[in-house]
């Protein structure tokens, strides 16, 4: 799939692993409060919300918590309401950066993130500069698997657009938001249980970056990431395996 980032996928690995617990949690708080907030408090009618609580749950986030936010989003509780922004940019060697937020103060983040970006040598775009060339799709990855046929014939007829082998055997189902839903039933009653899943943006095209662009870039991403009102940083960079082990 065009634009499909290995570095990218490592980098949400390792995010994932290395994240404090305490600041994983404050973001998934926040993503299950707007998603209730903005589809209501009704998990089977709001898919938005049933994969954020998911999400929630997969980081064994507490029961309590995860209720909290919700009646907050829904106004059953009161609580801070906080306010979607995207801030579209370019990182080093040009590349295409989108940065997703969650924020009760809209001014203290747009100058997190536009001091970020200034100072791994980016630059803040206006809306529309850089999200015409990403779209959305959802993504279910799996481990190497012993019989990779019949998860791939299985998802195929379950919606699937697109199926993706890496070097090392893992798998990454592509499909469509629309049929999302189904294929996560599908795959599960069938027993193919995936290690990830998530609706993500990903770019039709890839920048390519040198060594030192490759560093600032890493840098540059996880400074976005360790901002309490970013929620998710997506990018078209391309770091190859070579480079990737050098740094």
Request: charged share 30%; net charge negative.
């Amino acid at each position: 799939m065009a634009g499909h980032s290995k570095w990218a996928n490592i980098q949400h690995r390792k995010g994932a692993q290395d994240k404090k617990r305490g600041k994983l949690f404050t973001k998934l708080i926040r993503e299950i409060t707007i998603a209730a907030k903005l589809g209501g408090s009704d998990l089977n009618s709001n898919p938005r919300l049933r994969l954020a609580v998911e999400k929630g749950k997969s980081q064994s986030m507490p029961k309590d918590n995860i209720s909290k936010a919700i009646k907050r989003g829904a106004g059953e509780l009161e609580g801070i309401d906080y306010l979607e922004i995207r801030y579209e940019g370019y990182g080093p060697g040009g590349a295409a950066v989108i940065v997703d937020c969650l924020t009760d103060n809209k001014n203290r983040t747009v100058a997190d993130v536009r001091h970020a970006f200034s100072k791994y040598g980016g630059n803040l775009g206006a809306d529309g500069s850089v999200a015409y060339m990403f779209s959305s799709l959802g993504v279910l990855s799996y481990n190497k698997h012993d019989d990779e046929n019949s998860l791939m014939e299985t998802a195929i007829d379950a919606g699937a657009d697109d199926i993706i082998t890496e070097d090392d055997g893992s798998i990454e189902v592509i499909v469509d938001p629309n049929n999302y839903d189904e294929l996560c039933k599908v795959m599960s009653e069938k027993g193919y249980n995936p290690v990830t899943k998530e609706m993500t943006w990903r770019c039709s095209t890839i920048t390519n970056l040198n060594e030192n662009e490759a560093s600032t870039m890493i840098k540059l991403t996880s400074t976005l990431e360790d901002l309490d009102d970013v929620q998710t940083v997506y990018s078209n960079a391309e770091i190859t395996d070579e480079i990737l082990a050098k740094l």
